[in-house]
């Protein structure tokens, strides 16, 4: 098997890169984060900052999610092309990607983390300050998505990769105003796609782990 996956199926920036592979159907070993601490010491090794996914191709270590798809869409490419050839269509599609991770992905990250943080250690500012954020990405995409079947547009692209995850789990902690129409459908579309399907699916018995407590949903 020439690639290997550390991730975890729960994890949403792994799942962004699942989504990718399953589009695809490129096939990957998952080496599963986790307890095993022999898949920990390569992960280490490989990738001291401890951020997955990590994508390893023919011994090369592939870190950032976003890097991680440009590098399956450029040598293992399939019927799917999730970075348009265009390049005027691709940069849209790579502000997108950005705007999903810079501003639902980290402001969720942010409001999920601060769960697990011993009470001395809370930051209620940062979270505070994550839930504006979230209301503000929350109008803008709702605006800019008006019209669309996917992220750019009628392609399924990277930036819907980015999109579903970051407004799946965002959504829970922050649940997307029901005026917020456009934005709450291409959020159901995007769970209905197929490869992110799966990829909910597979880290459904990882609910139960979710700091802030997952809700009877999705
Ligand atoms: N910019 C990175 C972010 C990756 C990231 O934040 N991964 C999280 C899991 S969703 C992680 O590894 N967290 C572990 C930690 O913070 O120690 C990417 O796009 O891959």
Redesign the pocket.
Same mark, same amino acid.
């Not at 401890?50 to 996914?53: E, I, L, V």
């Not at 870190?63 to 991680?68: G, K, P, Q």
């Given at each position: 098997m020439s690639l290997l996956l550390y991730a975890?199926p729960f /994890? #949403?920036?792994?799942q962004?890169?699942l989504i990718a592979l399953y589009e695809n159907a490129t096939p990957f070993e998952l080496r599963l984060l986790g307890p095993d601490a022999e898949i920990e010491a390569e992960f280490q090794a490989r990738w001291p900052l401890?951020?997955?996914?990590l994508l390893v191709d023919k011994g090369r270590a592939v870190?950032? #999610? /976003?890097?991680?798809i440009e590098h399956l869409g450029l040598e293992h490419p399939g019927r799917v092309r999730l970075i348009p050839e265009d390049p005027r269509r691709a940069l849209d599609v790579r502000m997108l990607d950005r705007f999903f991770?810079g501003y639902v992905?980290t402001p969720m990250?942010r409001i999920v983390?601060d769960f697990i943080r011993a009470p001395e250690n809370r930051d209620p500012k940062g979270v505070a300050d994550a839930h504006a954020l979230l209301d503000t990405a929350y109008r803008w995409l709702d605006a800019e998505l008006a019209g669309r079947e996917w992220a750019v547009g009628s392609a399924f692209s990277l930036a819907d990769c980015a999109g579903g995850p970051s407004l799946f789990y965002a959504d829970w902690v922050h649940p997307i105003d029901p005026a917020l129409a456009t934005l709450r459908a291409y959020r159901k579309r995007v769970l209905a796609r197929p490869s992110f399907a799966r990829a909910v699916d597979e880290a459904r018995p990882y609910r139960s782990y979710f700091p802030p407590g997952a809700p009877d949903r999705d």
């Open positions: 975890h /994890s #949403s920036y792994c962004k890169v401890r951020r997955m996914p870190a950032e #999610s /976003s890097i991680i991770d992905m990250q983390f």
